[in-house]
C-alpha cells in the first residue's frame, strides 16, 4: 500500500505532518504530486475545532486531513485517463486515502493526492502555482462578486478584509463597481487599499453606518458579507438600498445564519448565497487570475515550507500574529 505525508489534525488543537496510507489509482483517478497547498484559514479552523457542520449534524472526527486546495505534478494516471499527462502542472481539489487511522476530510493537503480527473485542472503555460494553490478559495471570492448586477459606477460595500473579502471586491471592482472594504485589521486593510478597494475603511474607527452616510446615502447597490456572523450581517439591510442586493459569501455556523425574510420582502432586496466550488467557476476563476484581474500572490503573507504545518496551523487557530493568506510548499524533501 503506498504512503506519502499529509497533514493531519490529530485534535481540535494540534495538527502535524505524518505518512498515511493512500490507494491504487482507480481507472479515471489521477495521482498529483503537491508543489503548493493554501490554506483556507477560515473553513480549515472550524472544521478542525468541530464547527463546520450543517444545521443539525455532526463535525468531522479526528484525526483527519483539512483543506481541499493545492497546485501540484501529474505522476500518474488511470486507464481511462485522457488530456492529461505524466509532468503536467494542475490544480487539484479532494482526494482520497485508504487509511484505517485518518479520515481524508476533503483531503487537500496531502502529498500524493488520488483524485478523480473531474477535480484536476490543467494549469496555463508558465503559471506561478503559488497563485493557482487557493483556486477554490478565490473562486468562492469570485462567486460573490460576479452574482449581482452591477452598474458602470454602482456603489458596493464588502465587510471582511480577509481572503473572501478580498477576492469577492477585487471582482465587483473589476465589474465596474466603485468598491468600499470594511475591516478591523490595519495590516490586510492596507492589502486591500493597494489591490482590492478604492476605499478602505477600519471599522473600530469609523461605524458603518457612517460609512452608508458618507459614500451611499441612499444605500448601497450591493452589499457583501464576508464574515459569517450574526452580528455581521445583523446590520447589512439598513446599509443596502431598496431592490439592492446583498450577498451573503460567509460561512454561517449553526446559530449564525438568522436572516428576516420580511425584512428583505419589505425593501425587495435581493438575497445571493454563494458556496461551495464548480469546475465551471474555477476554470473561470483560473483565467482571471492569469489575466491579473484577482491578485493571488500579493495575499500571501506566509508561504511556509509544510515542515512547519505545525506552527502554520497555530497561527490559523491561535493567530499570535497578523496574517492573511498562508500556503504550505512540498517542494522540498
Known amino acids: 500500500m503506498p504512503r506519502t505525508r499529509a497533514v493531519c489534525a490529530l485534535s481540535p488543537d494540534q495538527v502535524v505532518l505524518r505518512e498515511v496510507n493512500i490507494p491504487e489509482p482507480g481507472p479515471q483517478e489521477v495521482v498529483v504530486r503537491a508543489e503548493y497547498s493554501s490554506i483556507s484559514t477560515g473553513t480549515e479552523r472550524w472544521v478542525i475545532t468541530g464547527q463546520f457542520h450543517p444545521p443539525g449534524g455532526k463535525p468531522m472526527p479526528h484525526p483527519l486531513v483539512p483543506g481541499y486546495q493545492k497546485a501540484g505534478i501529474v505522476e500518474a494516471l488511470g486507464a481511462e485517463v485522457s488530456g492529461l499527462r505524466v509532468g503536467q502542472k494542475v490544480f487539484a481539489t479532494i482526494a482520497r486515502l485508504d487509511d484505517a487511522e485518518v479520515i481524508a476530510g476533503w483531503g ?3 502529498e500524493h493526492s488520488v483524485l478523480p480527473q473531474s477535480e484536476v485542472i490543467p494549469l496555463p503555460e508558465g503559471l506561478d502555482p503559488v497563485k493557482a494553490a487557493a483556486l477554490v478559495l478565490t473562486q468562492v471570492g469570485y462567486n460573490g462578486g460576479a452574482r449581482p448586477p452591477v452598474r458602470q459606477g454602482d456603489k458596493a460595500l464588502v465587510i471582511g478584509d480577509g481572503l473572501v473579502g478580498q477576492w469577492l471586491a477585487q471582482m465587483l471592482r473589476h465589474r465596474g463597481a466603485r468598491v468600499v472594504l470594511a475591516g478591523r485589521r490595519p495590516e490586510r486593510l492596507a492589502v486591500a487599499a493597494r489591490w482590492s478597494a478604492d476605499l478602505t475603511v477600519n471599522v473600530r474607527e469609523t461605524p458603518l453606518d457612517e460609512i452608508a452616510r458618507q459614500e451611499a446615502p441612499g ?3 450591493i452589499v457583501a458579507d464576508s464574515i459569517g456572523t450574526a452580528e455581521s450581517v445583523a ?3 439598513g446599509l443596502v438600498r431598496r431592490d439592492g442586493h446583498l450577498v451573503l459569501n460567509g460561512y454561517y455556523r449553526e ?3 438568522l436572516l428576516s425574510i420580511q425584512q428583505l420582502h419589505g425593501r425587495e432586496v435581493t ?5 461551495g466550488w464548480t469546475r465551471q467557476r474555477l476554470e473561470t476563476t483560473l483565467g482571471l487570475v492569469e489575466q491579473g484581474v484577482l491578485h493571488v500572490r ?3 503573507t506566509h508561504i511556509l515550507p509544510v515542515e512547519k504545518a505545525s ?3 497555530h497561527l490559523v487557530l491561535h493567530k499570535p500574529e497578523a496574517f492573511l493568506g498562508i500556503c504550505l510548499d512540498w517542494r522540498n524533501r
Open 311 to 313: 506552527e502554520a496551523y
Open 255 to 257: 446559530g449564525e445564519h
Open 271 to 275: 438575497a445571493h448565497a454563494p458556496a
Open 235 to 237: 446590520g447589512l439591510l
Open 219 to 221: 444605500g448601497f447597490d
Open 298 to 300: 500579493e495575499l500571501m
Open 108 to 110: 487537500g493537503h496531502i
